[in-house]
Every structure is written in structure tokens, then in C-alpha cells.
């Protein structure tokens, strides 16, 4: 504003809105410039995209068909990382109510491509912006989630692989890495036998020992345990199914008038500079 040359060429108002509050988020997909939109060849089959959601843990699962073009799509490797998604999802209790059952004699393919939320934390107030005849619209945003491809039924196959290399039919495996916070265990020396004496009897008295960092010996740390119990109640939450409309379509038109203000009402701030200064972290 101090740069003589920079000229001001106008003055917007600013028209505030909750119309469509909570339900507005920031949703970060890995598709650069391209819009979130189903193949076209998958369009032309009649598949489009699904969406579901597991409200109490906020995860956000949005299910895109696969281009299946032959040049680029290989058919019986779809079989087997299919049924290597099936198992994972009987495992892990995933499965959608009504979905994911195939038919009677059909196998399971590979013919979707998931991206599962992460929710991101929001410091201070994010806002949508939108300038419409010469005036700005404001809107909260209330939840923030980037969205990645989910390959865990690669874990899945690749444990299925080990055990038949191994020639094992269970379904036993290396179980989970160990606690990166939890103290080595003492390597345990042989003891020679040494002959039967008189026997004595010894009272023992076991006590709970927690270090400084809040961990205790022998067992999981506090912030494993936790880790735990989150992903435990993730997966014992079941999914609900949502309708996902495009850009393309009239529904998602209609809540995009649904961000715009439509009161006149004049909104007074009751904040002075000072407040505001004071609230700002890190001035």
C-alpha cells in the first residue's frame, strides 16, 4: 500500500455466511490440475464414484473406479491384489453394509482405487473465499483432510506370499514391530542345574515400576497404548455410505449457491485492535 505505483482499483464489500457450516472442508487429493472425476472409460461402463465416511473417528474414504483400458490395465493381476483387498477388509472389518460381496462363483477384483482421509489440524480460522459481483463471500471451514491411496491389502498379499514360500498354511504371522519406547530385554544367560538342596519358602512382592517418561517396564508405552486403542475403535466403527456428486452435476450446483450470503444484515465488530493483536500467536 505504500508503493505509489501500486494503485487501489477497488473496495469489495464483504458478505459473511454459516449457511452450509460444518459441511464444508478442505479435501486435498494427489491429482495436481485435474479434477476428482471416474475414467472415462469407467463413465462409459456406468461406474462412478462412491464415497463413505466413519463419523465418530472423522475418516473419510472416497472410492474412484479404475481405468480399465487394456493398455494399461492388467486383468489377472487384478484378481489376485483383489482377493488380497477382500481378506484385508474381512480382517480389519471394513466392509461396507451391502458391499463387497460378490457374486455366488465370481471372484474379487481390483476395480476401484481408495484414498482415505487424514485429518489435519487447523491453527486459527480457515475460510472459503469466493468473489461474486463485485463483492466477497466468506464462509468457515470447518475440517481440513488430505486424502492418499490406501495399499494395505499390499501388506496383506505380501504375507500370504511369505507363508507360501515358507510352505505354512497358517495364518500366523511375524506379529507387529516391537516398541521403539519400550527398554531391550536383558539377554538371559543358560544356568548349569545345580543339585536339589533344602527347600526354603520366599515371599515375593511385585510392584509396578514407571520410569520418568511415563512408560512402564515390561509393558506398552502410554503413547503406544493409545495408538492402540485409536485404531482399535477406527476399526470397530462401521462405515455409512454417502452420495458424492461432482461438479457436473445440479445437486452439487445447488450447494454451491448455498455458500453465498443472503442476508443484508450489517455486522458490527465488537473486537478492538488491541483484542485482536493479543490473540495472534507469535506477535
Not at 9 to 36: A, C
Not at 129 to 137: A, S, T, Y
Amino acid at each position: 500500500m505504500d508503493d505509489p505505483g501500486d494503485e487501489l482499483i477497488s473496495v469489495l464489500p464483504i458478505h459473511y455466511s454459516m449457511g452450509q457450516f460444518p459441511n464444508i472442508h478442505i479435501h486435498q487429493f494427489p491429482l495436481l490440475t485435474r479434477p476428482l472425476q471416474a475414467p472415462p472409460s469407467a463413465t462409459l461402463s456406468g461406474k462412478r464414484i462412491t464415497a463413505r465416511i466413519k463419523p465418530q473417528v472423522r475418516r473419510l474414504e472416497v472410492h474412484v473406479p479404475a481405468d480399465t483400458r487394456p493398455e494399461v490395465w492388467n486383468v489377472e493381476r487384478t484378481k489376485e491384489l483383489g482377493a488380497a483387498r477382500a481378506e484385508d477388509d474381512r480382517e480389519k472389518n471394513q466392509e461396507s453394509k451391502g458391499k463387497g460381496k460378490e457374486r455366488e462363483g465370481e471372484e474379487p477384483r481390483l476395480s476401484e482405487i481408495r484414498m482415505q482421509s487424514e485429518e489435519i489440524p487447523q491453527k486459527g480460522t480457515y475460510m472459503l473465499g469466493i468473489v461474486r459481483d463485485g463483492q466477497l463471500h466468506l464462509h468457515p471451514i470447518s475440517q481440513t483432510h488430505q486424502f492418499r491411496p490406501t495399499l494395505t491389502y499390499l501388506d496383506m498379499l505380501s504375507r500370504k506370499n511369505k507363508r507360501s514360500r515358507a510352505g505354512d498354511d497358517s495364518d500366523s504371522d511375524d506379529g507387529p514391530p516391537p516398541d521403539p519406547d519400550e527398554p531391550a530385554p536383558m539377554p538371559v544367560a543358560k544356568k548349569e542345574r545345580k543339585p536339589v538342596g533344602e527347600s526354603r519358602e520366599v515371599q515375593v512382592t511385585a510392584r509396578k515400576m514407571e520410569d520418568k517418561g511415563g512408560q512402564m517396564q515390561g509393558g506398552l508405552s502410554v503413547v503406544r497404548r493409545e495408538m492402540l486403542q485409536a485404531i482399535r475403535a477406527e476399526e470397530d466403527e462401521e462405515w455409512e455410505d454417502l452420495q458424492f456428486y461432482d461438479v457436473t452435476t445440479n445437486e452439487s450446483a445447488e450447494s454451491f449457491e448455498g455458500v453465498f450470503c443472503q442476508s443484508r444484515e450489517l455486522l458490527e465488530c465488537t473486537t478492538d485492535i488491541t483484542t485482536f493483536l493479543k490473540e495472534i500467536q507469535g506477535l
